[in-house]
């Protein structure tokens, strides 16, 4: 429901914004902007803090998840990394609420000769950009991971790649957004970008229209489909579906502590005793249906690095979308469109981002300026070569 704008506070000369989800980065930018002094007003089709961050890991995995290719995104995923500390602290304290970042670490395992090669190479290959990564002999892996497979070969681990817990960081953000002022408006009919003379103007809902200086389009997946964005400013964004389930361990005795990447899964302990494996990558559109041939490939693959498993029981299954852009980084700063500010694009990594993309989006709102580490993401890297500017 939403309700008649707000009159302007007179406190305040700073823009007025309405953002367009409320996802972690959506929540994460009103959060920043309403504690800054702005008018913030948030709209999201569904609940919000679901839709993708509802679906998440939570991994902060800079690091281990660096693979050939993707070495232009490193500068923004570690810079992101090394805000979360002081993000999950801040964020903790404006809302009252623990998001639960555990800081053992991550491990990605190899369970037979084959395996270890393909790790070997990885732990070279990220050595070499000097991130923090290190080579564990099997017995060492065991040592500090008993319960997996007695036959493990080895690991690539990273003491900088952490976890939070993807869920307890929306319900932090949601409160701390309104703590600070944020106005989050849910179950929305069909939200509406609003244009005047060329620019964004504020968002429409029904009969309810809300002015604003600037709109941040944070949806998600779904930013290419928002109503009333013109074509040239429609990000290049799809659904890429992933399914996903949770065992329940038991959290006194845990089968797992660390984050473990095995070849085919990833599995998260949570500090309740559930036990998250992921993930399937699927381009299905919006198909949201869990498939028997997902379920068992996340199964199989978990049971092979942690046999303990077999007995626990399943305690939820989901299925989320990741917002791909046509080279997977995310899509952040001006758009072709005035007053139009992209968040969205985040692929795999909103949860890691969201520390970055808050203070980004909230810097070019509030200054006018692009933080450099930012810059790179701009939409504008799509135009096709020679394009006039």
Request: glycine letters at 12%; aromatic letters at 4%; one cysteine or more.
């Amino acid at each position: 429901m939403v309700h008649a704008p707000h009159p302007r506070s007179s406190r305040s000369v700073l823009p007025s914004v309405a953002i367009l989800g409320a996802g972690c980065i959506g929540l994460s930018v009103a959060w920043r902007l309403a504690a800054a002094g702005c008018s913030v007003d948030v709209f999201d089709p569904g609940e919000a803090g679901r839709g993708a961050t509802h679906a998440a890991g939570g991994m902060l995995a800079a690091c281990v998840e660096t693979e050939p290719g993707e070495e232009s995104l490193l500068p923004l995923t570690r810079a992101s990394q090394a805000l979360w500390p002081g993000f999950a602290q801040e964020l903790e304290e404006a809302s009252g609420l623990s998001v639960d970042l555990r800081t053992e670490g991550t491990m990605v395992i190899a369970l037979t000769a084959d395996d270890a090669a393909k790790v070997r190479f990885l732990h070279g290959f990220q050595r070499d950009l000097g991130l923090p990564v290190e080579w564990l002999g099997g017995a060492e892996v065991r040592r500090r991971e008993p319960y997996l497979q007695p036959g493990v070969a080895g690991a690539l681990f990273c003491r900088e790649d952490h976890q939070v817990d993807n869920r307890k960081l929306a319900a932090a953000l949601i409160r701390a957004a309104r703590a600070a002022g944020a106005r989050i408006h849910e179950r929305c009919d069909r939200p509406t970008l609003v244009t005047a003379q060329g620019r964004a103007a504020g968002v429409r809902v029904g009969d309810v229209t809300v002015s604003a200086d600037r709109v941040v389009l944070a949806a998600g997946a779904w930013s290419g489909g928002v109503e009333g964005l013109p074509p040239v400013a429609k990000p290049p964004v799809r659904p890429v579906k992933g399914q996903m389930l949770c065992l329940r361990m038991d959290a006194r005795l845990p089968l797992l502590r660390h984050v473990v990447w095995t070849p085919g899964t990833y599995l998260i302990p949570r500090l309740d005793g559930r036990l998250l494996i992921g993930a399937t990558t699927e381009e299905r559109g919006f198909d949201d249906r869990l498939t028997a041939g997902g379920q068992f490939a996340l199964l199989e693959g978990a049971w092979r690095a942690l046999p303990g498993i077999a007995e626990l029981p399943i305690e939820e299954s989901w299925a989320g979308f990741r917002p791909g852009s046509r080279d997977d980084a995310p899509i952040l700063g001006e758009s072709a469109v005035e007053g139009l500010i992209h968040a969205t694009g985040h692929h795999r990594n909103g949860v890691l981002l969201t520390p970055v993309t808050a203070d980004g989006i909230a810097r070019l709102v509030l200054t006018g300026e692009t933080d450099p580490v930012m810059r790179p993401f701009a939409a504008d890297r799509f135009a096709p070569q020679g394009a006039a500017a």
